[in-house]
């Protein structure tokens, strides 16, 4: 069992923590959910001892191990995916290289009846058992099992780490942290570089894991398959529900409810018991019970009032101008790219007023065409045309890496912002989570998430009647979720979204479009209407089932050949580049981390400002490390 009592952690004058305590049951699995900054992350950096709190107890067994997976890597490059993996078992192989000694050493003594020989016949004894109960018999195995689950094929399980992109080493990192099978499991964000077969692969060995299993994930589906209990972390304090997400959400208003009419009840008893004191204080005979009065109502434990300022944050797109009623007209449209032919005779309408969206397997072309549909590329054949008077707004996958790094929020948007929504952009930044101190960071610093909630906060800018979205939840929290639906519901244009988010997609769209096998096929719905016509229960099983047909493959040109060529050489450069940038952050965080690991830094003046030039380098390796891993692929998808 894992105990947290009384815990308290400073940051300034704010409190992250204020006296919570916790407790987690042997073989719990557990959600940590909260908004951002509320410190789910740094509640797992204290349970690992990475940051020593303020105040309070952490009682974990002697006995246990911890296995912590952050969004940071900390693997061997010299050595392959295989045996990064193998270095789960660091004990069995200290076992076994003891046992090679006292063998030898058996071997070579001839004293048979001595009571010495006899404690090393029992040490080898006891080594061997401890070696059956550890697995050594079947770590390979188990070593192949992970890799597989994690989406590792045989030829890449022997392949040097420093080869793989970010998210391939993230899973490297996982496989070994899931194969050390530590006493107490934790997880921030593991489904971050999961494709959907690796997600529910996790998700069972999870179910099935003997251990606490401590979980922080914005997939509510991930949350609702594994964990049976919810710790929520709120404004330094936490509130524990046992139960899945869906039964947290529903317990949750049913407690605010209750603490609502509690405090309704108090604030009426309060008033009453005033108004009463204030008329014995008026009488003379009745004045010191007005004073006893008085005092037993100070003494009284007040009910916190519920302040519920999510509910109440409105994000509105501006009024929209008129646009042509055919936005986008497309007739049998075809892309290849060299030899891959993605799709071919695809014919569609977008009309004035359609709420529409892309739905499918990854690597079906639903992004492909909609980079089309804006302009970015061309169709190999066929004709894309976009409509009269149509003010196109776009928010791509990669979006975020076209902000502007060194920029602040509120520089990035008051630059070319229209001269009547200056006044606004405060407001609008306010809404998507951007308050204080958080307008001036620099972008570069910023997380995936914030980053994300910027580039869609810019399109409120602008009064955009064709808005296309391609993943717009990805990165976002569930509240911000919740935000960007509540103003595309409102959104009185043209709507175009790609997603495989089955809870944005509900009741936001009316037409479906799913890319399957080459093909465009439409359905007159949403997507709960789509997943019924298709006689599936989630969008994951689309995207499992929906595996792309063989098409032929074309013999490439030599021009094509020569252009494939260059783009390549031009992509190592780049990744040559970001390596070098890479390497130079991580020297300068790790003389940083060097100066943090000193006993006395905590009490030093300077370990705040240490504490933020540490946390402003790992976001900058952080999305350093996306572009990489984007370049990457980019670069291994391209064959000659």
Not at 23 to 42: E, H, I, M, P, R
Not at 84 to 99: G, H, V
Not at 496 to 513: A, I, K, P, Q
Not at 519 to 538: A, M, P, T
Request: net charge negative.
């Amino acid at each position: 069992m894992l105990a947290i009592q009384g815990l308290s952690l400073f940051f300034g004058d704010r409190a992250l923590f204020n006296n919570i305590s916790l407790t987690f049951k042997d073989n719990v699995k557990c959600g940590l959910l909260g908004k951002n900054g509320a410190g789910k992350s740094t509640l797992l950096k204290v349970i690992s001892r990475e940051i020593i709190p303020d105040a309070g107890q952490i009682d974990i067994p002697a006995s246990y191990t911890i296995g912590y997976l952050t969004q940071h890597i900390d693997l061997s490059n010299d050595l392959s995916v295989r045996e990064n993996a193998a270095m789960a078992f660091q004990s069995i192989r200290t076992i076994e290289d003891r046992l090679n000694v006292l063998n030898t050493d058996l071997v070579e003594r001839t004293d048979y009846e001595s009571e010495g020989y006899q404690d090393l016949i029992q040490e080898i004894a006891d080594l061997t058992d401890k070696l059956a109960y550890l697995g050594a018999s079947t770590m390979d195995a188990q070593i192949e099992h992970v890799l597989k689950g994690l989406g590792f094929t045989a030829k890449t399980m022997d392949k040097n780490v420093q080869k793989l992109s970010g998210g391939w080493q993230m899973r490297v990192e996982l496989a070994k942290i899931l194969l050390a099978r530590p006493s107490i499991l934790l997880l921030d964000e593991p489904t971050n570089h999961l494709d959907i077969d690796s997600i529910i692969w996790l998700e069972k060995f999870l179910k099935d894991y003997q251990g606490i299993v401590i979980l922080i994930s914005h997939d509510k589906e991930f949350l609702d398959n594994i964990v049976s209990e919810v710790y929520e972390l709120d404004n330094g304090r936490v509130d524990h529900y046992v139960a899945n997400y869906s039964g947290y959400l529903e317990e949750k208003d049913e407690r605010l409810e209750i603490r609502k009419a509690a405090y309704e009840n108090q604030q009426k008893l309060i008033a009453e018991k005033e108004r009463t004191i204030e008329r014995f204080r008026a009488k003379a005979t009745k004045a010191s019970m007005a004073k006893s009065m008085e005092k037993s109502l100070e003494k009284m434990e007040k009910v916190e009032e519920v302040i519920e300022s999510d509910k109440h944050i409105r994000v509105s797109f501006l009024p929209v101008k008129r646009s042509a009623n055919e936005v986008v007209k497309i007739t049998d449209a075809a892309k290849s790219f060299g030899a891959l032919n993605v799709f071919s005779g695809v014919t569609m309408e977008i009309l004035r007023g359609d709420r529409v969206a892309f739905v499918g397997q990854n690597g079906q072309g639903k992004s492909t065409l909609t980079k089309i549909i804006v302009g970015d590329l061309e169709p190999t054949s066929g004709i894309v045309k976009v409509g009269q008077n149509v003010d196109l707004g776009y928010f791509a996958q990669n979006q975020v890496e076209f902000l502007p790094p060194n920029s602040t929020p509120l520089e990035f948007m008051e630059n070319d912002c229209p001269e009547n929504m200056r006044t606004k952009v405060r407001s609008i930044l306010g809404s998507f989570l951007f308050s204080g101190e958080d307008v001036d960071k620099k972008i570069k610093v910023l997380s995936g998430g914030e980053k994300t909630r910027l580039a869609i906060a810019r399109l409120l800018l602008y009064p955009i009647n064709f808005l296309v979205l391609d993943e717009p939840t990805h990165h976002l929290d569930l509240q911000t979720k919740a935000i960007l639906k509540e103003a595309l519901m409102n959104y009185e244009g043209t709507l175009l979204v790609v997603s495989h988010d089955r809870d944005l997609l509900v009741g936001l769209t009316s037409r479906t479009c799913e890319f399957r096998d080459g093909e465009v096929i439409e359905y007159l719905g949403d997507v709960n209407y789509f997943l019924e016509k298709r006689n599936e229960d989630n969008m994951r099983s689309i995207e499992i089932a929906s595996q792309p047909k063989k098409t032929g493959a074309k013999t490439l040109t030599k021009e094509e050949r020569v252009q494939l060529f260059n783009l390549r050489k031009d992509l190592q450069k780049k990744i040559n580049r970001m390596e070098k940038q890479i390497e130079k952050l991580e020297g300068k965080k790790s003389v940083l981390e060097r100066e943090m690991a000193a006993t006395d830094f905590y009490q030093s003046d300077s370990a705040s400002e240490v504490m933020k030039k540490h946390g402003v380098l790992i976001s900058e390796i952080d999305s350093t490390m996306e572009e990489w891993e984007r370049l990457v692929e980019e670069y291994e998808e391209i064959e000659i």
